[in-house]
């Protein structure tokens, strides 16, 4: 996806200073402070959610096959 960009900085821009650019050269990832350290911190809250409630499921079907054997 291309987007159309000004070159310089004015407003309204020149018409001559307008070019198509794609999305990856328009942004800046760590200005926007997503950097590897943000990213792994968040993957490793996302992956311990998950994992913390597959555990809570897990332990709540364990306590209910024990209970049904009694």
Known sequence: MRYLVCTV???PC???SIASMPFLETVDFTAM???PDTL???F?????AVFLFWLLGLGTAIALAMIRKL
């Open 9 to 11: 900085d004015a407003n």
């Open 44 to 48: 490793g809250w996302g992956f311990a």
């Open 33 to 35: 402070g997503i950097t």
């Open 14 to 16: 020149p018409a001559d």
């Open 40 to 42: 792994f911190y968040v």
